[in-house]
């Protein structure tokens, strides 16, 4: 698994010489789930008395399937509201997850992730986004019997074709949870995204949020498995929204 | 010189890209090394389960709590069988006539339940003591 999920990332690395931030909230896993199909919604919208910033929503349906056992490529359908501003469909988007190690048996689980985001709008710019993922499963944490779960995603973008702008900016999205029971494990999430990394002297307006998120399954064996999260953020500065509530719902069954 | 040809079949705004794709593939190598060194220093224990017909063989795997140490599931069947746990977070597809590991722990001591996901009525328990 391992050589063909790194000849894939390494395909991928060049690839991705060809992508722009998108202020999503959507956690990605490093574990693929092999010849299992998915459905899945992600939803969020914000709360701000600053009717700039109020009400801001974004919708996706994706549609997955694990191809093999180290990489899972999704169709994903944005739809988003800008506040004050009507439904408009924004992109269509090709995810890619590969998983780089078997889950379990290294200190921490890697995978990584890329998509290429293509702009409904010819305005826009069409995009790229990839990075790291990271999965930490920390049982017994400090001896106190209860078994956590981290997950570290580090994802940069860049904005490609026409309109692009040569910003380079980086998504930081970090979910710690306890694993209390499949069906309900609490947690916390952040999730920042810095406007350029490229370019230090440019960075302005990073955002931040922090909140807490419960995260669950219920398996109906053969018929499927169902899979929520739903989560309120608080924004950290002047730049980020007051309150976020963000959610994903999923569908998957194997075949 | 192959890097040099794709580099100057690029434009230019995306050559900080693929300076981020080499220092982040660098930075996932030094990892797996760092991770593939440090496993190697300890070669996890291994048990052995099969999957024959509608039940596992055995269906009680008894595991010394503390250590890490790896599961190698064999299915005897044809058709294809998935190894899953929920409250060991595993979850892995074996196809007929394959097998599979999975890496676990370490765990507190406790009976942990596993089963195949295509076929619920088989089911067993890995007992840590």
Redesign the interface.
């Known amino acids: 698994m391992r050589v063909g999920a790194g000849i894939a990332?390494?395909l991928v690395?060049?690839l991705?010489?060809?992508?722009p931030a998108r202020a999503d909230f959507e956690m990605h896993y490093p574990v693929i789930?092999?010849?299992e199909a998915e459905i899945e919604h992600n939803g969020s919208t914000s709360f701000d008395n600053r009717s700039s910033m109020n009400n801001n929503q974004s919708y996706t349906i994706e549609l997955g399937y694990g191809v093999t056992?180290w990489w899972e490529p999704e169709l994903e359908f944005d739809l988003a509201a800008a506040p004050g501003q009507n439904w408009n469909y924004n992109a269509t988007t090709f995810e890619n997850t590969f998983q780089?190690?078997?889950?379990?048996?290294?200190?921490?689980d890697?995978g990584?992730f890329a998509e290429y985001q293509h702009a409904a709008s010819r305005l826009d710019a069409d995009a790229?986004n990839?990075?790291?993922l990271?999965q930490k499963?920390w049982?017994?944490a400090l001896g106190s019997?209860l078994?956590t779960?981290h997950t570290l995603n580090?994802l940069?973008s860049?904005e490609?074709g026409r309109n692009?702008n040569?910003a380079?900016p980086l998504a930081v999205s970090w979910q710690s949870r306890l694993?209390l029971d499949?069906l309900f494990q609490p947690g916390v999430e952040y999730y920042g995204n810095f406007n350029n990394?490229?370019g230090p002297t440019t960075m302005s307006d990073p955002t931040h949020r922090i909140g807490p998120v419960i995260v669950g399954?219920y398996?109906m064996?053969?018929y499927g498995k169902l899979k929520y999260e739903a989560g309120y953020l608080v924004g950290l500065n002047n730049a980020t929204e007051r309150g976020t509530i963000r959610w994903r719902l999923e569908y998957e069954k194997?075949f | 010189m192959i890097l040099q040809i794709?580099r100057n079949m690029?434009p230019a705004?995306?050559e900080?890209?693929?300076i981020?794709?080499?220092r982040?593939?660098v930075?996932?190598l030094l990892?797996?090394y760092?991770?593939?060194a440090?496993?190697r220093a300890q070669e996890p224990a291994n048990f052995n389960i099969a999957i024959k017909e509608h039940h596992f063989e055995p269906a009680e795997l008894d595991v010394p709590a503390g250590i890490?140490f790896t599961v190698t599931v064999k299915n005897l069947n044809d058709t294809?069988a998935?190894f899953?746990s929920?409250?060991l977070?595993?979850?892995?597809?074996v196809v007929g006539g394959a097998s599979i590991?999975?890496?676990?722990?370490?765990?507190?001591p406790g009976s942990y339940e596993f089963f195949n996901?295509?076929d619920?009525d088989a089911r067993g328990h890995i007992v840590v003591k």
């Open positions: 990332f390494c690395s060049l991705l010489s060809y992508a789930d092999y010849r056992p780089l190690t078997e889950q379990g048996e290294y200190w921490a890697l990584f790229i990839f990075g790291p990271v499963e049982n017994n019997g078994n779960l580090l940069v860049k490609v692009r040569d380079t694993e499949p990394i490229a399954a398996n064996y053969q194997s | 794709i690029l705004g995306i900080g890209v693929a981020m794709a080499r982040l593939a930075i996932a990892f797996l760092a991770s593939v440090s496993a890490k294809a998935e899953e929920t409250v977070n595993r979850e892995k597809v590991t999975v890496y676990l722990g370490p765990l507190t996901d295509f619920p």
